[in-house]
């Protein structure tokens, strides 16, 4: 069984290096981590009294390797889930901080259980996804995959902008669909045709 050391390896693999896209609301980011997250954190890295594009260009793999390991798995108690699902919530909550766990909360309230959308992990929602898994071990990661990929056409057809997320220039599959079916069954991944279809009102 992978470490938590390892998940966060892959994390930051799919992270990649420094962007400063415009069109992202995170901002500079290098290794996953948002010049945001750096402020919240104080991490002047260059020491000039404030956090800059600068701090972030001079961010580390190993301290996003701690980052995502203290502030988007510890803090918000991903490992308080079950085990099936908290490589995919983990990878989530680096991509969209309490989003990973909303989505999850919001599969459990379609599946019954009384949890409240508020992105924390408390002893409600540790309950409520320990039975979903204990009743569904083999299909709780792929609904929760599932809902992660409904999440991001979701977020691209309210935002055009993020479109190029999730569909590629060539209208393939862009890296937010890639991502999230990276977690999901190769039975449930959506094929081409079906992508195109789902995105083909974005023009």
Known sequence: MPTIEDIADE?????????????????????GVT????????????????????????????????????????????????????????????????HGVRILQRLLGRMGFPVVEDGAVGPLTRAAAGQAAAAAPDHIADAYGIERRNYYYALADRRPASRKYARRLDG????????????????????????????????
């Open 35 to 98: 010049i945001h997250t750096m402020r919240r954190l104080g991490l002047d890295l260059d020491g000039d009294g404030q956090v800059t594009a600068a701090d972030v260009r001079r961010l580390t793999r190993a301290q996003a390797r701690d980052i995502f390991i203290a502030e988007y798995f510890r803090k918000p108690r991903i490992d308080w889930l079950p085990v099936q699902v908290q490589a995919s919530v983990f990878d989530m909550q680096v991509n969209a901080g309490a």
């Open 11 to 31: 994390i930051l693999a799919r992270e990649g290096g420094y962007v400063n896209d415009p069109d992202d609301p995170g901002g500079a980011t290098n290794h």
């Open 172 to 203: 393939g599959k862009g890296g937010w669909i890639t991502r999230a079916e990276a977690f999901i069954s190769p039975r449930y991944r959506l094929s081409e045709d079906a992508h195109r279809a789902r995105v083909a009102a974005w023009g």
